[in-house]
């Protein structure tokens, strides 16, 4: 029997139907999509009557497809495919990648049909270490690991394929996901904001750069938000090779610097990147100081004003490592500068703390809610901290 028939899963998603259609143009075979529709649309499906959709789960291949004489190959495309959101459905996460991933290699191994099957960048970053940094990259770096092995137990016939930043046609526009959030907030007209490839006027440089945020790496999205809308631009799709030298600049860190580039970009560029993450650690701060009063008054039976005072020193401490970290990442201090740095902080942000504390001793006294008082206390300090240690901690001109 001729096999004239190739398989893909999630065929009605971005990278589905761009190899659909590929397949199409470039060949006689006959293809059979495969999708549960979690990612994918019923308006990417081609009409060309080689095409055949069926709506269904990875994990129920084998009941689905039984012609399988006829398959030349199975293209597995139909996985998870969200880093951000595989914390927030780790469960459909395991399910469509683990479980089913592992019914779709049973399926190719059981009838001898070779596998292709789409890996991902993400399983790769910093040496191989954030194979296990979300649910998604772990799922997928196990399931390497298992066509590894079935190779050497089965000889089980299979390809794979990285994608790194793929970007075209039928890509998913929704989601909660940078990009997104960029669009939708800051009316910017692009599919990928996010990008770092591109090329610019220097006309049109000019006109806005008197306008752009002095912190962080993502200067598309601050281009085009300052440009409003005023440019005319012309996307051309492509998709990166491998990377051969370096990692990745986008951690955890970068992407809160992107969320405050929006929020500094929605004010108008009234407040800075560097504010914002400012009022971030400060609000970890904030919950610092509520634990501890909560424990030294709770569990070590301490007055309220020695407990304020203990839990706003660890507060102090808690913001200056997290600053350190985040807010002023790009002049952080390292070595013996730490202990410089923490003592300097100490003490410009004295003020501030006696100003906290005597604040919230003042509103426990006609109010006595610990909680409420704390919060007080905490908010009359966070700006002067801000002015103090930008100019003297951290020396930022």
Not at 3 to 12: D, F, H, P, R, W
Not at 207 to 232: M, N, P, Y
Not at 270 to 292: H, N, P, W, Y
Request: net charge positive; charged share 20%.
């Amino acid at each position: 029997m001729k096999k004239n028939l190739i398989v893909i899963t999630g065929g009605a998603g971005f990278v589905g139907t761009n190899l659909i259609n590929l397949l199409l143009k470039e060949t006689k075979y006959k293809i059979i999509s495969l999708d549960n529709y979690s990612s994918g649309f019923v308006k990417n499906h081609n009409k060309n009557k080689r095409v055949k959709y069926i709506k269904g789960d990875t994990q129920n291949i084998s009941k689905i497809l039984k012609d399988y004489k006829r398959i030349n190959s199975v293209f597995h495309f139909g996985e998870f495919a969200r880093i951000y959101q595989s914390f927030i459905k780790m469960n459909e996460c395991i399910n469509s990648n683990s479980i089913g991933s592992n019914a779709v290699f049973n399926f190719c191994l059981k009838n001898k049909i070779k596998l292709i099957y789409s890996a991902t960048s993400a399983s790769l970053g910093n040496k191989g270490d954030d194979k296990n940094l979300s649910p998604y990259a772990f799922t997928k770096t196990k399931n390497l690991e298992l066509l590894e092995n079935l190779k050497k137990w089965f000889n089980f016939k299979f390809e794979i394929i990285y994608f790194y930043n793929v970007y075209g046609p039928y890509q998913i526009c929704k989601g909660d996901m940078a990009t997104v959030i960029a669009r939708k907030l800051l009316k910017i007209q692009v599919q990928d904001p996010m990008s770092g490839f591109f090329m610019i006027k220097l006309e049109s440089f000019r006109e806005v750069v008197g306008e752009l945020q002095r912190q962080g790496f993502k200067i598309l999205t601050d281009l085009l938000s300052a440009s409003r809308g005023g440019w005319k631009i012309k996307e051309i799709p492509f998709v990166f090779k491998e990377r051969q030298y370096g990692q990745s600049k986008m951690d955890s860190a970068v992407t809160l610097e992107y969320f405050g580039l929006i929020l500094a970009r929605l004010t108008g560029g009234a407040i800075s990147i560097r504010f914002v993450l400012f009022l971030f650690v400060g609000l970890t701060g904030i919950l610092v100081q509520l634990l501890m009063v909560g424990f030294f008054l709770k569990v070590m039976f301490l007055s309220f004003f020695y407990s304020q005072i203990l839990a706003v020193i660890l507060a102090m401490t808690s913001n200056f490592f997290l600053n350190n970290i985040l807010t002023y990442r790009d002049q952080s201090l390292s070595g013996k500068y730490i202990l410089f740095g923490l003592l300097s902080f100490y003490f410009v942000c004295s003020l501030g703390a006696v100003a906290n504390v005597a604040v919230a001793n003042l509103v426990y006294n006609f109010v006595p809610l610990w909680i409420l008082a704390s919060f007080f206390g905490s908010v009359i300090s966070s700006l002067w901290n801000f002015m103090s240690s930008k100019w003297l901690t951290w020396r930022v001109r």
